[in-house]
């Protein structure tokens, strides 16, 4: 990748510089991010960079907000930043609200949505038409303490999957952000209904970087007439090409990502990543990073980092 391909908040060999620039930037990607540093930075799987980014990320925004409680005692105005939806808000949407709004996500990787008519026995509330095929998918919301049972999985499976469309699903799936029970997953596989789950409406949500106000024109424009939300969709940004390659319901890269609500593990209640095959990045300027940060290359290349990012934003 040449200098002038790379992304105008990175700074070569200065991670710092970039973490501070990535924090001043709310229009740049968390996984465009990790991609920029395991490549030219560090030397580590996927999920330690991204651990190592989100506690920069996180460290940044707390010496932000000492200086907006600073700035409030001085009189000084203070900035506001965009709030972005994330799992906690979808459980507060209903069905339609939910399809409509994952439609809206999802199509922002590629291809377009319908929402067909609820009613009878049509067990899908939402469809995803991509370039080469069609993902069927019912949506469920509800509390987390109310996971999808075996008896929700049977609805899709006895009922109406293809409604009238002039493409028939070639995929069907359930998402929820309420998570599976064990019953409804085993259902599930054997009926070849994928499952997706928090971890997959994290990292959807992430990419798409959905704020509030436009979640609520959205859901304005629902019940007006399609110009206003063609409109609403218009002004939407663009998922860089680099996020977009990874496919969102295929890949399992990073953790926690796999079609089926894998990628992540349970063992006596710990959660466990299963590991990625990737092929190694050069070496980075600050040593090599690893999955457990106590068999990191470079001991001290993590805390490092930490360290210098004090000194850059005292």
Known sequence: ??????????????????????????????????????????????????????????????????????????GEPRSLEPRFVDVTDVGYLDTQDFALVLGVVLSRYEGSFTVPEVGGDVAVDLLWNRQHTTVALRTISRPPEMPVEE?????????????????????LGIVSNAGFTNDARDLATANDIELFGEDHLERWLADTMLTH?????????????????????????????????????????????????GGDTTVSGVKQRMPVAEDPPSPGTHGELYADPSEDGDFGAFDRFVHELQEDTE
């Open 151 to 171: 008896a929700d999985v049977q609805f899709v499976v006895r009922g109406d999957t293809d409604p009238d469309t002039s493409r028939s699903p070639s995929r």
């Open 213 to 261: 106000e436009t979640l609520g024109a959205l859901l304005e424009s629902e019940d007006s007439d399609t110009s206003e939300f063609e409109d609403v969709l218009a002004d939407l940004q663009t998922i860089p090409g680099i996020v977009r390659e990874r496919d969102p319901i295929g890949d399992v890269t990073p953790p926690g990502w796999s079609i089926n609500g």
């Open 1 to 74: 990748m040449s200098r002038h391909e790379l992304p105008s908040w990175y700074e070569p060999d200065d991670v710092s510089e970039s973490m501070q620039n990535v924090a001043d930037n709310s229009d740049v990607y968390l996984e465009e991010v990790v991609d920029i540093l395991q490549y030219h930075e560090f030397d580590a799987p996927r999920d330690r960079i991204r651990e190592l980014v989100e506690t920069a990320r996180d460290q940044i925004s707390d010496l932000h907000s000492d200086s907006e409680a600073q700035s409030e005692v001085t």
